[in-house]
């Protein structure tokens, strides 16, 4: 009988916040270090960016930061624009407030 009354009328026993949080720790946030230390491997490798330059990594800051631009977009911009993306992911993964409910604690795959 309560079975049948919880699925007539669902309702999460988790907030959305908290799933997303539970979600980024579990599975994503590995996935995402990994784009991003391919995309690092990337700007630092010229010979990956363009052909016609020499091989070998960047001989400095300025130029990884460079090679990081897309189109008429700065590539300082886009640094700063992943920075804060990975910065909020990382706040959301790891600094949310616990939840009460009761699916907060144990071990729930959400």
């Given amino acids: 009988m309560i079975v049948g009354e919880s699925l007539r009328a669902p309702k999460f026993l988790i907030s959305q916040r908290m799933a997303l949080a539970r979600r980024l720790r579990r599975n994503y946030i590995y996935?995402?270090?990994?784009?991003?230390?391919?995309?690092?491997?990337?700007?630092?490798?010229?010979?990956?960016?363009?052909?016609?330059?020499?091989?070998?990594?960047?001989?400095?800051?300025?130029?990884?930061?460079?090679?990081?631009?897309?189109?008429?977009?700065?590539?300082?911009v886009i640094v700063v624009l992943v920075a804060v993306l990975y910065a909020g992911l990382l706040v959301t993964a790891f600094l949310t407030e616990s939840d009460d409910g009761e699916l907060s604690f144990g071990d729930v795959h959400v």
Avoid: Q, Y
């Fill in 31 to 76: 996935m995402l270090l990994i784009l991003l230390l391919a995309w690092i491997l990337k700007l630092s490798t010229p010979g990956l960016l363009t052909e016609g330059v020499r091989i070998g990594f960047v001989g400095s800051m300025r130029e990884a930061v460079a090679s990081a631009a897309l189109g008429s977009i700065p590539g300082a």
